[in-house]
């Protein structure tokens, strides 16, 4: 199995990045166009796109202000065997945020542009949480 793997700090506290990765009304300052979830153990969320990107995951793992993984339950036929998450550690300068999207079928290029997006949208989620910054969404990667 293949994956795509992106680090960086993000210049506020753990729990404020857990915040945006985790609940809906944050994750669409940065991800999909809406979104519902909470961040529980089985729990089902919903990233909505546009038309025909109507996706879901499942929270497989998650520890409050420590880690979450979302595994992919309808998407993209690339997508559907995979699981993505991030885990977050304290950094002198704010979080240390470690972000995965695992369990690839194939290393095809629907991964390798997925890997350019997230490190887009990545960026776009320090963006949102160290300057207030919202990339409209028609406009994100």
């Not at 979080?95 to 997230?118: A, I, L």
């Amino acid at each position: 199995m293949n994956a795509i793997y992106h680090s960086f700090v993000v210049e506020v506290d753990p729990p404020k990045v857990f915040a945006a990765i985790t609940e809906p009304e944050h994750l669409i300052q940065w991800w999909p166009k809406r979104c519902s979830g909470i961040a529980e153990i089985g729990a089902e969320y919903n990233f909505f796109f546009e038309e025909p990107y109507n996706w879901f995951a499942k929270v497989s793992e998650i520890k409050v202000n420590e880690s979450i993984a979302f595994k992919m339950t309808k998407s993209d036929p690339d997508w559907d065997p995979t699981t993505f998450g991030f885990d977050l550690k304290d950094h002198k300068k704010g979080t240390y945020v470690s972000f995965y999207h695992k369990d690839w079928p194939d290393q095809n290029e629907h991964m390798k542009y997925s890997s350019f997006c997230w490190a887009m949208l990545l960026n776009g989620l320090k963006d949102y949480l160290e300057k207030g910054k919202v990339i409209p969404f028609e406009e994100r990667a």
